[in-house]
């Protein structure tokens, strides 16, 4: 199983996930997290390379994907 840090409905969260052989993924999960939780600096890198890439909304038990956003 992988997790990564995604915003997922406008707030932070860890989500899990796993990849099959194609690259297709399928999701576990997700609980949210506060960004004071994590405190190294290391952490706090992973969460901003992270949440650049990956955006969701969840509804309905399903998680879509959404366009990032371009500043």
Not at 30 to 57: G, P
């Amino acid at each position: 199983m992988c997790w990564c840090f995604a915003i997922i409905n406008n707030k932070l969260a860890e989500i899990y996930f796993d990849k099959n052989k194609k690259g297709k993924s399928k999701f576990f999960g997700h609980c949210c997290v506060k960004k004071e939780e994590f405190k190294t600096k290391a952490e706090q890198k992973a969460i901003n390379e992270d949440i650049a890439k990956y955006r969701f909304v969840y509804r309905k038990g399903e998680y879509k994907r959404i366009a990032q956003k371009i500043i």
